[in-house]
Nanobody, 128 residues
């Protein structure tokens, strides 16, 4: 059973930074059941959950939604089985619950329906 636990959320003013972490357990990067993609998603009140960034665990290559390109950086520490999201130049519209997710196989996607495992989320609030 894959388990994902997010941390690092909080309240900041616009222009500030936060780093989110996602501790993963229940799988191995080197096993035949490896997770190939991990991603960060967010959901603002009254809105649908949307993909923010994803990383291919084999190479560490990151991909981003246009709205965060150049401001957010997704990364991983394979030794710690931990995923990160460094968020800089935060804007009020970045406010929401941020979720870590993982999927087996396939190609790059920021579609929530394609991800198999989800964390419980961590709240990010950006004030103007």
């Amino acid at each position: 059973q894959v388990t994902l636990v997010e941390s690092g959320g909080g309240s900041v003013q616009a222009g500030g930074s936060l780093r989110l972490s996602c501790a993963a357990s229940g799988y191995s990067y080197r096993s035949s059941y490896s997770i190939y993609w991990m991603g960060w998603f967010r959901q603002a009140p009254g809105k649908e959950r949307e993909g923010v960034a994803a990383i291919y665990t084999g190479s560490g290559s990151g991909y981003y939604h246009d709205s965060v390109q150049g401001r957010f950086t997704i990364s991983q520490d394979n030794a710690k089985n931990t995923l990160y999201l460094q968020m800089n130049s935060l804007k009020p519209e970045d406010t929401g619950m941020y979720y870590c997710a993982a999927k087996r196989g396939g190609s790059f996607s920021l579609e929530t329906s394609e991800y198999n495992y989800w964390g419980q989320g961590t709240q990010v609030t950006v004030s103007s």
